[in-house]
Structures are given as C-alpha cells and as structure tokens.
C-alpha cells in the first residue's frame, strides 16, 4: 500500500493524482469531465484513466490503497450525492458506484473541504489541526478543519462559508436563492459588482472608469494607488474579515488560509480581511492566524488522497 | 472500569454526578465553589468529595475510570486554562494539577460545550452526531458536536455562539467588549432588555408595563397573547434564528437543542426561533430539526463524564 489516487472533480475538467502515502504527488494530470447523459460517463472515464496509469507505472493492483474523491456538491461519509449543479448527476451513490469500477476503496468528499484538508497535509496549513480555508474563485467555497479532519456536517454541508449572509438589506439573490450571501461581495463576481457599485455611486477619479472591471482590475489599481479600488477592497475586506470572525466563533481555528484566484492579488488580500477581522474578533480568536494558500489547483487531489488515507487509518 | 465522575464546575456551586460507564447517572450532589485566594480550594475541595463519594458507595479506585470536568472558560485538549471570570483562576494546569490530587485520569472541557456533549450521550440529542446547543441563560452559551465530538478548537473557545455579530449598530458594549453580540438580544437579560426598548419605542397596550420584566414575564405574557410580548419574541427570533441559520452554513447540524433557564417557557420559544432559522436557511440544511433540552441542570455533567469516557476511548 505505497501509493493512492487523490480526484478532482470540476465541471469542465476532471484534475487527477498519483500520490505516495507519505505525500509525495508522484505525477498529475487532467481528463475532461463529460456532464452529457446525466454524467453517466465521468466515473467510468475516471476509472479507465486511472487503471492506465497504475500500468505505466509498473504498479500492482496491491500497491494501491484506493481513491479519494472531491465533488462540488454536498456529500456525506456514505458518499452519496443527492444532486450536483454542474456535472449532470442526481442522486448518485458515487462511493459504491467507483469501487464496483475499480475494486478500490474509495473515500468521497466535498471538494472545498479538501481544498481545505489538501492545503492542510502538503500546503499552507501544514502542521495545523484547527484551519478554516476561504476559496475565493467564481463563487465563495469554505472548508473547515477540525481537530484535523473536515467538519462534513449532518448533511455533506459543512463549511459553506460562502452562503453566511452578511448583509440584511441586500435586494438580489444570490445563485443559492437566498439574500446577502457573503458569495455576493467576496468572490470574483462580488468584487467586480461591487466595483460597479462604487463606480457609480462616487465621483471619485479612477482608472477604473469606462472599462469592464474584474477582481483582478481593482486590485491592480488598488496596487497603483487608485482611491476608489481602495473603496471597493474595504468593502469587500468589511463583508468577508466579518464573516471570518463570526466563523472564528464557532470554529476557533488556528489559521484562516486564503485562496482561489482572487488571492491571486497576492498579501494586499490578507491586509482588507484582517483589518476587519481583528476590529471583529472575539478576544479568544486574537492568536488566529491569516495565510495565502499555497497548493493552488492542486489543493483539491492532494485533498481527496488524505482523505482517504484517513479514513482509511480510522 | 465501571464508573467515572463528571464534574462540572460554575461560580457558585460545583455539581458532581457519579456514572456508570454505561450512562446511568448513579448519585448527583454539590458542594459550594471556593473562589477566594484565586480559587485553590476548588480542585482540592473536588478531590475530598469525590474520594468520599467511592467510599461511601464501597468502590475501589480501580473500578473509577476517571473524572470529567467542565468549567466556564475556553480550555484546549490539555486541559491548561488561561483566565477564568467567575473562578478566581489565572493561567491553571486543571488537568494535571486534579490528576496529581486524585491520582484519576482527568479530561477537562468548555462547561456549554460540554452541557452539549451531555445531551447528545443522554438527552434530547440521543443518537445524533452532528449537533448545535445554545443554552440561554444569564448569557448565550453555544456547543457545537462534529462527528460525535465537541468542537474544541485551536484556543479551546469553539461554540462560543453568544458572539456572533448580529446587529452592527448596536453602541451598548457586550461583556465581551464587543458590538452586536446575539448574548445582548437573546439571553435572559438580552429579552429583559429587548423588552424595555419595545415598551418604550412602542404605544400598545400590555400586561408587560409599569413593572420589571424578564424573559419569564415576556413568554408569560405572550402566552397570553399580549401584542408587544409577540413584538418582542419576534425580535428576539430574528436575531437567535438569524444566527444559527448562519452557524448551519458552518456546522451543518442535523439538530439543534434550544436549552437554559429561557427554554423553560417551552416550545412557543423554538416557534420564533425556527421561523426566522426558515427564512435564512441555505437549502443544504433545510432537514435540520429544533428540540427543547431534555436534561436542564444535569446535561454538564453528563457531558463532563462522556468527555472522559469519550477520550479514554481513542
């Protein structure tokens, strides 16, 4: 039992690794994820890709302790999906389903909390048990460690960060249906609305003006010195350093580790979270700790492998 | 190994209970709690009690598994606490220094943490692994069970739900320092105050004017279908039911226990807290369920002892 599979799987792309169990990621690589037919085919493309690459590797059946998987959906231990917004199942038994394929054991979870979990093996959160981690991308996906394991919740839903809702006035919903989700303010999209927003409410001078904007325009401008970048990334530092510290409540981790590609921007992003978060901060979260994230897309399979090696030593 | 203490310790009194390891509550008493000269009759005062507590029931330090103890300050898995409100302790090795004094195992946990863990071993969370307690009292006591176990934490302060920020235009200061804690609307005295503010912002009629009022009197009165006592409970839902749909995007409980001195009014209180827990639930925990504390005064206890048993077990 050296080596295991840890699998990533998005809804344009299926992100794969062979890793060693002590944590070495022996080789990666990607397969496309076909949604058609109510994704009928991704888990046994998954399968299939994985079998080739056990034999060009030389590797016995025996040499392989099994699979973890990360899907972005809800998912408990069982491993059953009861739906998916971008990969075509319903409910799915995914677990039972990918080791009928393969004759592995296989270990099935959401794929934020790996990010999280792979972040906390082999990246910014090594060595920590107590970890929350923010995936600012698209939208916003949360995972929570605790005592070194991802908080999974008692429907597959824990950590979802992204849906606290910050802002009791907001008027639009968010992709959830719900109103004045943190998503809204804090992901690529929320950044980018929220500069619209600034844009026209001020009069502020600014490069921004007359152009489409992104996460990653302000907080370029924002480098340069721009006033109303700073505006909006006080905005966004407000609603997300906020959040964090209601999450610290309940959570009392360690270290919040930041990531997705809106972290990207680089240390400027921990500077707006943590300016609010401190001024938040019940006084038992005043040792919690801000970090980049280190793994970038590979936080997700190095993720799904430890949480199969896991459960796998439970 | 048939029987373990669980201790759970408060500013005035320390109850003690002696259990099976099976989960029956033998005999429960209390002794007065010693705070004077920074507290150091207290663990010495346990000690003599339950020392003669086996002798009376013709035990042998053999048949005593050890002890379990809870207490009112944030504590880490070692069992060290920094400072302590109502104890006279400063910076104190609990654990170790009641082993010394026993010569028993001890393992030491938060007091609401622990009342939660005593409710899911022995009352109204039979059964469930994934749970939320908030225990309204003089304060908001929060304990969160992930997996069958408390959430510690990195600085031993997990669940401390009463600070969540609910409200950012609060100026009146929480007895944490902080602005908006949902301690300042939805404990007893949160509800005393809520109701002063309503009878002086409001003119209806009510049973409640021209006197002192408590969370007693409010529930009282709304029983009796008093027009301000329903402004008041609604108030009072929007903030408590508003901040566990929030701490259910985090934890994702299959249920949460409605305990403390305010949940004796019953389940009229879960009506207006679930109402508003509805309106700004994420779809992922629409299955979560509200129940009444089974165990009142006991669950600390309870929850103290199968800390032990829990930890003596992995």
Same sequence: chains 1, 2.
């Avoid at 699998?7 to 070495?24: M, Q, R, Y």
């Avoid at 056990?54 to 959906?73: D, F, M, S, V, Y």
Wanted: charged share 25%.
């Amino acid at each position: 039992m050296e080596y295991c599979f840890g699998v990533d799987v998005g809804g344009t792309s299926v992100k794969i690794g062979l890793f060693s169990t002590e944590g070495i990621l022996v080789e990666k690589w990607e397969i496309k994820t076909r949604t058609e037919n109510g994704g009928e085919k991704i888990l046994p493309d998954i399968a299939g890709s994985l079998e080739k690459k056990r034999i060009a590797h030389h590797l016995t059946k025996e040499q392989i302790a099994g699979i973890g998987l990360g899907i972005p959906a809800p998912v408990g231990e069982e491993g059953i999906v009861k739906n998916t917004a971008n990969l075509g199942w319903g409910y799915k038994e995914v677990k039972r389903e990918l080791e009928e394929l393969t004759g592995y054991t296989v270990e099935v979870g959401n794929d934020a909390n790996l990010a999280a979990l792979g972040e906390m093996w082999l990246g910014a959160g090594k060595g920590q048990k107590n970890m929350v981690m923010v995936t600012l991308g698209t939208g916003v996906g949360g995972g929570v460690i605790v005592g070194g394991h991802p908080l999974v919740g008692g429907h597959g839903a824990g950590g979802e960060i992204g849906h606290i809702c910050v802002n009791e006035t907001e008027t639009k919903p968010c992709g959830c249906g719900k109103l004045g989700c943190l998503e809204q303010y804090a992901s690529a999209r929320g950044i980018a609305r929220l500069a619209e927003k600034h844009l026209k409410e001020s009069t502020l001078p600014s490069c921004l003006r007359g152009r489409e904007n992104s996460a990653k325009s302000v907080f370029d401008a924002l480098k340069k010195g721009d006033k109303l970048a700073e505006e909006i990334a006080e905005e966004f530092g407000a609603y997300l350093g906020g959040a964090l510290a209601n999450v610290a409540v309940v959570a009392d981790p360690s270290l919040i580790v930041i990531g997705g590609g809106v972290s990207k921007a680089g240390e400027i992003v921990i500077t707006y979270i943590e300016k609010y978060f401190r001024k938040k901060q019940f006084f038992a979260n005043s040792g919690t700790r801000f970090e980049l994230a280190s793994l970038g897309n590979d936080a997700g399979i190095c993720g799904a492998a430890k949480l199969l090696l896991q459960r796998l030593g439970e």
